[in-house]
């Protein structure tokens, strides 16, 4: 895809927003039975839901709000030491495992693509390691082939939306003749091509026009969601960094899925780091030259569902605020309180690296650094707020 260029710069058309408007947004982990999904969300959570080696363990999808590590934060409540400490969360839900034949109802197809179809993002789980005590629902283990299982699933499962959307607005718009529903039935035809002609995966196309994101936003398809592949390896593997797979699941994503990100991971040894202390887990990833990857899993799952945060800081409460990207003041002030929306007068913001470098507010004052912002500023991930409002009038007594 070309980037567009504006006016006299250069500038990265960003992905389209195609999904939920909101920042109460899921991210669901899927996968195939046995490829360590409720292992991973257990390690993610700290929660124990049954990881038990048999295919439908996870009936009821587990939900579990897990905060973001980030450093910025931590320097925030390191530095103010505040009564109150709030840092952002990522809403992630553990989904039972999806089998060949899905979209018609095999295994526990139909609740679990409901459950898909409740989320907003995918943590896409694959199975790269050999264990004879865990049996693979395929009889082998076959990464790719496991990837292409779930991919056709969830492009099956659109086709079988699309179907019926189409009929009706067949029905109104062109048997009927109303023209206000003939844009939206142009749009379902060459969403329909793309799905069930080419079959490809809606969100697979980047240059979907505003129009279109318009009508994808209000069916929002199985297929439209974000994807993040993680890898599930051996232990050995994954502090090796290799695995006969790796090369192969990335060249299939790199052609299936252009850009998507591939992160390997292993549920082993993420589970035995959790039942260290901290000082037990630095040994052991110094002794191993290793590193969780949970932190970077949690950072790209958010990021993926278009969300970031701003900061308000202070002795009583230090709290990450999430936003969607793109978000002016007015709107971000409005997350703290309607009342900061109605009546904004202005956002004073500081970088956070300028706050850690000047080591103060007066500081970043005094060196020029703290900005009056207005209506149209549009928040930036990790900026510190305060916001300036006109408290509404209070409703006179009779």
């Not at 779930?150 to 023209?179: C, F, N, Q, S």
């Not at 549920?267 to 260290?276: I, T």
């Not at 904004?344 to 020029?368: P, R």
Request: glycine share 6%; net charge positive; charged share 30%.
């Amino acid at each position: 895809m070309a980037p567009k260029k504006a006016k006299g710069d250069d500038v990265l058309k960003p992905p389209p927003l195609i999904g939920r408007f909101g920042t109460s947004l899921k991210i669901g982990i899927v996968g195939l039975p046995n490829v360590g999904k409720s292992t991973f969300f257990n390690v993610l959570t700290k929660s124990q839901a049954a990881a038990e080696n048999f295919p439908f363990c996870t009936i009821d999808p587990n939900e579990s709000r897990v905060p973001i590590p980030d450093e910025r934060y931590d320097f925030l409540c390191q530095f103010h030491k505040p009564a109150s400490k709030i840092p952002a969360f990522l809403n992630v839900v553990d989904i039972a495992g999806l089998v060949k034949g899905a979209h018609v109802g095999q295994g526990l197809g139909n609740a679990f693509l409901s459950h898909i179809s409740a989320c907003d993002g995918i943590f896409h789980l694959t199975r790269a390691f050999e264990d004879e005590d865990i049996i693979h629902v395929e009889g082998t283990v076959d990464p790719v082939r496991d990837m292409e299982i779930i991919h056709e699933e969830l492009r099956l499962k659109d086709v079988e939306m699309i179907a019926p959307i189409i009929d009706k607005l067949e029905k109104t718009a062109v048997r009927g003749g109303d023209k206000k529903l003939k844009p939206e039935y142009d749009v379902m035809c060459k969403i329909k091509s793309w799905v069930v002609d080419e079959k490809k995966h809606v969100r697979y196309y980047h240059d979907w026009n505003d129009k279109e994101i318009e009508v994808l936003n209000k069916y929002l398809f199985l297929t439209s969601k974000p994807m993040i592949y993680l890898v599930n390896l051996p232990e050995k593997d994954y502090i090796r960094r290799k695995n006969k797979w790796l090369v192969k699941i990335k060249e299939w994503v790199d052609s299936h899925d252009p850009g998507a990100l591939v992160i390997p991971f292993s549920g082993n040894l993420e589970s035995r780091l959790q039942d260290m202390s901290e000082e037990e887990r630095q040994k052991c990833c110094k002794e191993h030259k290793t590193q969780s990857a949970l932190g970077k899993i949690i950072k790209a799952g958010y990021a993926a569902l278009q969300l970031e945060y701003f900061f308000t800081a202070g002795p009583d409460e230090v709290r990450a605020w999430t936003i969607r990207k793109g978000t002016k003041a007015p709107q971000a002030a409005g997350k703290i309180h309607t009342d900061f929306e109605r009546g904004f007068i202005m956002a004073e913001v500081m970088k956070f690296q300028d706050f850690k470098e000047e080591g103060s507010e007066s500081a970043v004052k005094a060196a020029g650094k703290y900005r009056q912002q207005g209506r149209n500023y549009t928040v930036e991930d990790g900026d510190i707020i305060f916001f300036k409002f006109n408290a509404p009038n209070a409703p006179k007594k009779k």
